[in-house]
């Protein structure tokens, strides 16, 4: 065989967003963050351990659709080496890293089920970032538990 009889090809879009560099097998908590697959929507495709330079990666191409800063925010905090290439009439017209923001509010529950932010009452939840050699740390702002393992487990 070939290399091109093995090898999977994924089409190129004409305007959208590519976002490349997932941490491998996050891909669907990506999905999950942009409310994806939604049937208004263009063609969503999807490549999970996929090999690249350096290593395995996952990646996701949205077609007519660009990120908010909100969603690029709740990408980083589960893929904190992503990058996000807009792509206009089939050519990248930006290519930008994620960034790990320092706050986050009404993105990720509070893993404590007695804090205010999980109660009746009208509280949004509010995490401080941090890192912590690899290891990404969410503070929540009213009872300070920190959750670090699995936060795409506690995504809103």
């Not at 996000?84 to 930008?96: D, E, G, L, P, T």
């Not at 804090?115 to 690899?134: A, D, L, Q, Y």
């Not at 740390?137 to 795409?152: D, G, H, M, P, T």
């Amino acid at each position: 065989m070939s290399d091109i009889e093995t090898e999977l090809r994924v089409r190129r879009i004409e305007n959208g967003t590519v976002i490349d560099h997932i941490t491998a097998g996050k891909a669907l908590n990506v999905l999950k963050i942009l409310g994806l697959p939604d049937s208004s929507e263009g063609v969503v495709s999807v490549l999970i351990n996929s090999h690249g330079g350096y290593g395995k990666k996952d990646v996701v191409k949205i077609e007519n659709r660009e990120l908010k800063v909100e969603e690029v925010d709740r990408i980083a905090l589960i893929a904190p080496n992503a990058t996000i290439n807009i792509i206009r009439k089939f050519n990248v017209a930006s290519k930008n890293r994620v960034h790990i923001p320092t706050f986050v509010e009404g993105v990720v529950r509070c893993i404590n089920p007695n804090c205010i932010s999980n109660s009746n009452e009208p509280v949004t939840s509010k995490f401080k970032v941090t890192t912590e050699e690899t290891c990404l740390k969410l503070r929540c702002f009213y009872c300070a538990r920190v959750i670090s393992e699995n936060i795409a487990e506690h995504l809103l």
